[in-house]
Nanobody, 122 residues
Framework: QVQLVESGGGLVQPGGSLRLSCAAS????????MGWYRQAPGKQRELVAT???????NYADSVKGRFTISRDNAKNTVYLQMNSLKPEDTAVYYC????????????????WGQGTQVTVSS
């Protein structure tokens, strides 16, 4: 079984910073794309940022210039550096990954983490 485990969430004041981490483990041949999504109370889950294996990144307009996504392919880990946090960033943040299993490298699978709470409040 492939697992994604997020860490780094917590309570921070407006203008502060947090760094989220997501480590993938299990039987994995490769990870094509990793990303972060978030879901705030009363809202649908939305894309925050993604990073492909080759490096290209994509950000939601609401976080551009404030958040930075990166990955360590050797550790199968993706990070989200969150700066200048605002109360509207409060949400549960979920890690997501498209990956291939060793026994089926031509099949693209997908997995979600359990989520980590980020609360921005004074």
């Amino acid at each position: 079984q492939v697992q994604l485990v997020e860490s780094g969430g917590g309570l921070v004041q407006p203008g502060g910073s947090l760094r989220l981490s997501c480590a993938a483990s299990g039987s994995i041949f490769s990870i094509d794309r990793m990303g972060w999504y978030r879901q705030a109370p009363g809202k649908q889950r939305e894309l925050v940022a993604t990073v492909a294996s080759g490096g290209p990144t994509n950000y939601a307009d609401s976080v551009k210039g404030r958040f930075t996504i990166s990955r360590d392919n050797a550790k199968n880990t993706v990070y989200l550096q969150m700066n200048s946090l605002k109360p509207e960033d409060t949400a549960v943040y979920y890690c997501n990954a498209d990956f291939r299993r060793p026994g089926s490298i031509w099949h693209l699978d997908n997995a979600w983490g359990q989520g980590t709470q980020v609360t921005v409040s004074s």
